[in-house]
Every structure is written in C-alpha cells, then in structure tokens.
C-alpha cells in the first residue's frame, strides 16, 4: 500500500494494498497518551481515530537514517563511498563482458573449425573449390571444438569468481560490518555483481554440477570448510551459500536445497556469524541454518 502525504500510520497499524488511491486498513492500531490520563495515572492506549491532528504530520529527522543512508547519501562513511554512477557502469561493464563469455564457446567452435577446414591466417584463405562429400566432417569438428571451448568456458567461470572473491572479500571473519563504517558491503555489492558469470540462460553453471563433488570442490576453494563424503545440493540451492568461508561441515552430510546463511541485516546492523554443522547431519530441501547456528552431529532438520 501507498500511503498519501500526511497521513498518521499509529503504531502496530496493519495496512494492505491499494482502493481508490488509499491503503486499506485491516487493524487500526494503537497509540499512547504521554499525559498519564488513563486509569490510575498510567499511560492509556487510544483508537488512531482520537489522535490529536498537530500529530498527524510524520516528519522524519537525522535519527531516522540507517547506516546505509548515512553512508551514501549523507557521505557521512568512515571511508570513501562508491558514487551511484559508478556502480551503474561498473554493472553495465560486468554484464557486457559476462555476455560476451557466454558467447564465446559458440565463437571459438566456428572460427577453429573454419581453421581447421581452411587454415590461418584468415586473409589468405580460399574458399574456392573446397567440397565436402560428407558433412560428418563439418559437425564432428564443430563439436569437438565446442568441447573444447566449453570446458575453458566453464574454466573461465571459477577462475573470475574465485579471484573475484579472494580480492575483494577476502576471508570473512566474525563481526558487525555496517554500512557507514565497513566497506565490506560496498565490495560485496561488487563482488555480487561478478557472480552474475555463473548464469547461463535460465539457470547456472551449478546446474550441471548440482550433488557431484565437483560443487563441493567450488566452495572448498571459496573458503567453505568441507569434510570427507559430503553431498552438496543434489537439487539445487535456493540460496547457495553466501558466505562460504563462515561455514564449517563435518564428514558425511548431505545439505539439499537448504538455506546456509551467516548474515543478519537488522536495522541497517550487519552482521556476520559463522555457521558450524557436525557429522553424519541432514539437512532437507526448504530448512534454513541462521548465524550462529550449530548443528550437533546426527542431527536431521526434514
């Protein structure tokens, strides 16, 4: 719901949706005489119909803003703050070159095998008088350099995301990071948008690695601390983890498509605690493990 210029929202108020331009209310709420005029002196709860009009106006001040206000619109950051601007290059320069990856399977394959048909360099070649009686010779090329080009391809994926998380993350440790006075969720926004090389079309490169220990292998290298015969994602994830190296999990586990998530945002606060998972634990499609959490060995979350 929209609420229009100068209305009066009281406290525990719940509001839905949209008639006629104004939100529509479902409860109206409470909201608390300062004067001690209820019932024996105590302050007493009263109807947003019988608030005063001069408190209808809802003026916000300094105290309202968060840190992520303060930071990059008050620049009042301990450190330098990204200009909007350059965010908004950085992820059209990022989508450009991302794309431009994804085409590059398709790419290689036609130019090696116009190489391998025709020969180098390109400008000395002559296409005329050159037939084939069989065209398996054609699509037999083409698909063993697609091979070829797709495992660089795929190759080309871990190496940027793996570089992009050790330079500009590091290894995250325990601890508040808020916005106005870490720049760790500036370089997280960054790093979010280099993860974008993992999309391929609908899905992602995980897509074909889902419960194999190749998966396991990946977020080994991100920092994730992984023990023996251990099962990631055999469905997928929904979220993979976002903060690998604050997780820890013990020998033979399976983790479905379960939430592993180490952060907390509350109030502009954030927060990162790490996530510790023991032996022998499943973890079924659906369940969430919050910060902080620890998973004792045997344990089974269905």
């Given at each position: 719901g929209i609420a229009p210029a100068g209305w009066y929202l009281p406290e525990s108020s719940v509001w839905f949706g949209s008639r006629l331009g104004e939100p529509v209310l479902l409860e109206r709420g409470v909201d608390h005489r300062g004067d001690g005029g209820g019932k024996g002196g105590k302050e007493e709860p009263v109807l947003a119909s019988s608030v005063p009009e001069h408190k209808m106006p809802m003026v916000g001040d300094e105290s309202t803003l968060r840190?992520?206000?303060?930071?990059?619109?008050?620049?009042?950051?301990?450190?330098?703050?990204?200009?909007?601007?350059?965010?908004?290059?950085?992820s059209v320069l990022t989508t450009a070159l991302i794309a431009t990856l994804h085409s590059m399977p398709h790419l290689a394959a036609l130019h090696l095998t116009s190489g391998v048909l025709y020969g180098y360099p390109i400008n000395e070649?002559?296409?005329?008088?050159?037939?084939?009686?069989?065209?398996?010779?054609?699509?037999?090329?083409?698909?063993?350099?697609?091979?070829?080009?797709?495992?660089?391809?795929v190759l080309s994926w871990i190496i940027?995301?793996?570089?992009?998380?050790?330079?500009?993350?590091?290894?995250?440790?325990?601890?508040?990071?808020?916005?106005?006075?870490?720049?760790?969720?500036?370089?997280?926004?960054?790093?979010?948008?280099?993860?974008?090389?993992?999309?391929?079309?609908?899905?992602?490169?995980?897509?074909?690695?889902h419960g194999t220990p190749y998966i396991t292998a990946f977020f080994r290298l991100l920092g994730c601390r992984i023990g023996t015969n251990v099962c990631l994602y055999p469905t997928g994830g929904d979220p993979y983890m976002?903060?690998?190296?604050?997780?820890?999990?013990?020998?033979?586990?399976?983790?479905?498509?379960?939430?592993?998530v180490c952060h907390l945002n509350t109030r502009g606060n954030f927060e990162l605690v790490p996530i510790t998972i023991g032996n022998n634990v499943t973890l079924r499609s659906g369940s969430?493990?919050?910060?902080?959490?620890?998973?004792?060995?045997?344990?089974?979350?269905?």
């Open positions: 840190p992520f206000g303060k930071a990059f619109y008050n620049k009042e950051a301990t450190y330098s703050v990204w200009p909007q601007s350059f965010i908004m290059c950085f070649r002559d296409y005329g008088g050159l037939q084939y009686s069989d065209g398996k010779v054609v699509y037999t090329l083409l698909v063993a350099t697609f091979i070829v080009a797709h495992n660089l391809h940027i995301e793996v570089i992009a998380k050790w330079s500009l993350i590091g290894r995250r440790a325990e601890g508040r990071y808020n916005y106005d006075t870490s720049t760790y969720n500036q370089r997280w926004e960054l790093y979010q948008l280099l993860t974008r090389v993992r999309r391929h079309g609908q899905g992602t490169f995980f897509d074909y690695i976002p903060e690998p190296d604050l997780v820890t999990i013990g020998r033979d586990c399976v983790i479905d498509k379960s939430a592993l969430r493990i919050q910060m902080g959490s620890s998973v004792e060995s045997g344990s089974m979350l269905l």
